[in-house]
């Protein structure tokens, strides 16, 4: 079985995400007869690109809903793969993108696979009757003697009273949730009490570029430890966690927050160093591997006796092996994607041409995927993109949808569509014709630009509606997907 691991962009090829979901599982994968192969959305092509299965990861955008759309025709198994928890957060408007987003994901896909059961339950609350699957993020492969050998020269570090060597590592910030750097500011308290235990203490945190911003470094500069910033690569990281002695993770208890994975516990675990993680018990289940709190740390630290040591890697192997084992991990993903595929197999697909709605925020690339696919790409007077839009969808005065046809697209329209066309105008250089769905013709211009955003916001979910009702009379379109970016307080129920 081949299955295509569909990402948003080249760069994404390179994440810790694609490195630790992906790559860790391709060779245990092949071993169950399975071949991953992951590659950029815009790099491959759903109408006929080599595949038996694929998985959307991290594709919060129209592209992935028409590749979806169209690879279901092709009756072949669809997924979406959910790390982030962007999607329960019901009354932030500015995630309202997401959930539109993820509602039509998930109604053209055959299962969802989760990296937390928090993930599986947000999934649930979208669609309670989708086959789930959670995958638990792979370890890193341990080699017990190196680890064992790491640790005896932490270890002998702790007992010469040498500096104890804390870091953090991650992504230090988000677009919408406090994150990363903010954890380690809210939880300073911690890095506070370890300060004044009177243990000479160094602090390394490698993070992102983007987060060290005015706001971010404000953060670091007011800890209670003076920080070493550096920026992260895979390779830093590695480098750094070898000469750590403990990794400090703080977790707020926000939904984004409770829902990520045990993966950086064990990459540090793994990497022999002790884990302090404060706040929300994210880490729990790695029981007495874990420190909860700065005194027992210390104490632990001072006797050279921490939890992580050569005489208890048994725990930690079962641990990996209980939560995070490529092969186990592998093998119980390889028995749920047969059984989907053989499921999907048999499910009906929609007909008639795939048509991309376009809303107040749309991009030329969501735009070229449905043309690149046949389908129709249809503007509503919402959207400010010029586009060559293959019809565009307004509200007439009273409310009533008005459709407007391309000359090229005439020949799309199914017969009965075809009687009633008002005369020929321009549209930013292109002719139109206008059904007579409402009986009158409808000045465009008008009906965008010199509207208010107040009335368009207001006016956004019946134009959506109607539109959605319009284009499928009109071209006998089943699959109607919407572009929707916009963080505007508007949300279709769709």
């Not at 709190?293 to 921490?306: Q, V």
């Not at 509200?395 to 009533?400: C, S, T």
């Amino acid at each position: 079985m081949k299955v295509v691991v569909l990402v948003p962009s080249a760069d994404s090829l390179a994440t810790a995400g694609v490195r630790i979901r992906y790559l860790r599982l391709a060779e245990p994968l092949a071993a169950a007869g399975i071949s991953l192969v992951v590659t950029p959305i815009d790099s491959f092509s759903a109408t006929d690109g080599d595949c038996d299965l694929a998985i959307v990861s991290k594709c919060y955008d129209a592209r992935a809903l028409v590749a979806a759309a169209v690879l279901s025709k092709r009756q072949v198994s669809v997924g979406v793969d959910l790390f982030d928890d962007y999607f329960s957060e019901q009354r932030d408007s500015t995630l309202s993108g997401y959930r539109t987003w993820l509602r039509q994901m998930l109604r053209l896909s055959q299962f969802a696979i989760c990296s937390t059961p928090s993930m599986a339950h947000v999934t649930a609350a979208y669609r309670d009757d989708i086959a789930v699957h959670i995958l638990n993020d792979p370890a890193p492969e341990i080699d017990r003697s190196k680890l064992a050998e790491l640790l005896e020269r932490k270890i002998a570090r702790s007992r010469s009273r040498a500096a104890l060597r804390l870091s953090w590592f991650g992504i230090g910030d988000n677009p919408f949730f406090p994150v990363g750097l903010s954890d380690i500011a809210a939880f300073g308290g911690a890095l506070r009490e370890l300060a004044s235990a009177g243990l000479p203490i160094e602090l390394n945190i490698l993070t992102n570029e983007r987060a060290l911003d005015a706001s971010g470094l404000a953060m670091v500069e007011q800890l209670p430890i003076r920080a070493k910033i550096d920026l992260w690569s895979a390779e830093r990281e590695s480098e750094l966690l070898k000469q750590t002695d403990v990794c400090f993770l703080p977790v707020n208890a926000q939904p984004f927050s409770i829902s990520k994975s045990l993966n950086r516990a064990l990459t540090a675990l793994a990497s022999g160093c002790q884990v302090l993680s404060v706040g929300y018990p994210l880490y729990d289940r790695l029981g007495e591997l874990l420190y909860r709190d700065t005194a027992s740390l210390i104490s632990d630290w001072r006797r050279g006796e921490p939890r992580l040591r050569p005489s208890t890697l048994n725990a930690l192997e079962e641990k990996v092996h209980q939560f995070a084992s490529p092969a186990r991990e592998a093998t119980g993903l390889a028995d749920f994607l047969r059984r989907v595929t053989r499921e999907g197999a048999a499910s009906r697909s929609a007909t008639g041409p795939i048509a991309l709605l376009h809303g107040f925020a749309t991009t030329q690339a969501a735009h070229a995927a449905v043309k690149a696919a046949g389908g129709l790409s249809i503007g509503t007077s919402l959207c400010a993109q010029e586009l060559e839009f293959d019809a565009i969808v307004t509200l007439a005065p009273g409310g009533r949808p008005s459709l407007l046809v391309s000359i090229d697209a005439l020949p799309k329209l199914r017969a009965g569509a075809l009687h009633g066309l008002e005369p020929t105008l321009r549209i930013g250089g292109r002719k139109f014709v206008q059904t007579a769905a409402d009986g009158r013709n409808v000045d465009h211009e008008e009906a965008s630009a010199s509207r208010a955003l107040s009335l368009q916001i207001a006016l956004y979910e019946p134009l959506i509606e109607r539109a959605i009702d319009l284009i499928s009379s009109s071209f006998g379109a089943e699959t109607v997907l919407l572009s929707e970016g916009s963080r505007l307080p508007v949300e279709p129920g769709i």
